[in-house]
Structures are given as C-alpha cells and as structure tokens.
C-alpha cells in the first residue's frame, strides 16, 4: 500500500473542495478590504434666531420664551418676523448650497425660526433636532424684566455709573461716566468684555427676588461648555454621515460665548437671523465668520 506524503494529502483535500464548490454552483466570498474615508470638513451655519415678541418688548429674555412677532409698525407697515428667516434660507439655498442636516435649541422662538429658514431654503422635509443646549443663557431673576434694569444693574455692579433719567443712548460726562443705560453697558463692553459683563450678570442674578427666591443664572463659562459639546456632537455627527453643512439656531449671547470659547473675541451683539460661520475638521475648529447679516439682503 503506497502512503500518500502529508502535504500531497492537503492538496488533494483543497482541490475536492474546490471542485464540490464549483459543481455546487457556489463562489468564493470576494475579499473586501475597508478603507476609512477621511473626515469630512463640516461647515455649521449658526444662526441666532428671529425678531421676538419679547425682543419687540425690550424684554430679558433667555430661558423665557415668547414666539416670532407679528404686528404693525408705528408707520402702519406689517411687522411679520417669519417673513425674514425665509429670505435668509433663500440666500443661504443660493449662495451656500443645500442643508444636510438642521438643528435648533428647544424653546418656539428657535425652532420657528430654523422651520422658516428650511421653507425659505425649500428644505421643508428636512427634519429639524432639538437640543436644549442650544438655549440662550439663564438670565436667572432678570428672566422677563425690562432690558434697562438688568443692563444698568450689571455695568453699576461692575463700577460704572449709569444717568437713569437721561435717554438710553446719552452720552457720558466729563467723568466718563453717568450716560445713558446703552452707553455705559456698550462702554463696560469694550473695556472690559463680554465674558466680565456674564460673570458680573451671573452674581446679582442668583440674588434672591423680593420674594426670598433665588434662580440659577449662567455665564459665558457655563454656556460655552454646553454649547460646544451640542456642536462637536453635532459636527462629530455630521463628519461620519459624509454632511457638509449644517444649520443651527441658537440666541445671540450664547453664539457669542460660544465663538469666544473658540479664541474669537466678539464685543458687538449678534442681529437678529444674523449667520456665524464655523468649520469644523478633525475635531479643530475655525471661525470662518461672525454675525454676517448679508444673507438678508
């Protein structure tokens, strides 16, 4: 009896395996060798939202919410603040190329305004996320008060005098001091920053109300930390599922908090349906543009 060497054994085995596959109809799998696609550069277009009831009012208004405004000017002209975010979607359609993805903070005013962008856009089938980062900051025990009481409180606890008789715009004295409430809180702005301003903000608006109840109120520390996990999240997301561009609608203070938290200093306010443009690649972040209100033109 003649023994067949081991290795001859093997081969014979392969090649009946072989032949059982072919005469089966079988195919061998194809070796598919996977090959990570790289990062895609996201583009977010953060947008503070539209003109508001509260915001027509001169109203704080943060964790307080009130809806789009819709009225009559003194002139008799219609105030309708849905009409401008569907100009601003057109634009951005026009100019930037289609959303992949829409993403809004929680409360009417953003997500009202993200719905009017995307039918200005023609994108009204894309859905629209909501995150409750993306809020503005909690003004705490100034939530709902007149503009003029929480400003004028914040620049006089951080040093400056503020003249409550003359007109919101008045100009300051021989002192420097004693303008108008805009004046003195647009000069502590520039001398001392908006990131002072919050923190100046957040003591006295922890401060117990006439009624013994104290409310927790950010600064810009706190909202940037919320804000950005919502964007790298956000961006993160977008990278892998290959989407280029997002649009995310927040509130004016917390986009400047944010963009600050990114090494852009920003010490005018954010207009309303103004966009922000930010880029985001390989978990690096670049400020592209602040506040551009030229998509509403």
């Known amino acids: 009896m003649t023994r067949i060497k081991p290795r001859v054994a093997l081969a014979a085995v392969v090649a009946l395996a072989a032949t059982a596959l072919a005469s089966s109809g079988a195919a061998a799998s194809p ?36 809806p789009l ?10 105030l309708d603040a849905r009409i401008l975010p569907q100009t601003v979607g057109k634009n951005l359609r ?57 400003w004028s409180a914040i620049v006089e606890h951080m040093g400056y005098t503020v003249n409550h008789d003359a007109p919101a715009t008045a100009p300051v004295d021989a002192t420097g001091q004693n303008g108008g409430w805009q004046t003195m809180q647009l000069l502590a702005i520039n001398e001392k920053g908006l990131k002072a301003m919050m923190a ?71 207009s309303n349906v103004a966009v922000s443009k930010l880029e985001y690649k390989k978990g690096k972040w670049t400020v592209k543009s602040v506040g551009d209100t030229s998509y509403r033109q």
């Open 200 to 270: 100046a903000m957040k003591e006295i608006a922890q401060e117990p109300t006439e009624t013994g109840v104290s409310l927790p109120a950010e600064d810009c520390t706190d909202v940037s930390k919320r804000m950005m996990a919502s964007l790298n999240e956000i961006a993160k997301k977008a990278s892998q599922q290959r989407d280029d561009k997002v649009l995310v609608v927040s509130s004016g203070l917390s986009i400047t908090c944010a963009i600050d938290s990114l090494g852009t200093t920003v010490n005018t306010a954010i």
């Open 94 to 150: 026009a100019r930037e190329g289609k959303m992949d993805a829409a993403y809004s903070a929680d409360m009417k005013r953003h997500y009202e305004t993200a719905t009017f962008l995307l039918k200005g856009a023609k994108q009204q089938n894309l859905s629209i996320k909501q995150d409750s980062r993306l809020r503005e900051i909690n003004f705490g025990k100034y939530e709902g008060a007149e503009n003029k009481e929480m």
């Open 69 to 78: 405004v819709v009225g009559t000017n003194a002139d008799g002209s219609v």
């Open 31 to 66: 070796v598919h060798h996977h090959h990570p696609k790289p990062d895609t550069t996201v583009t977010i277009y953060l947008t503070r939202h539209g003109q508001t009831l509260l915001n027509t009012l001169e109203r704080v208004q943060g964790w307080t919410d009130s």
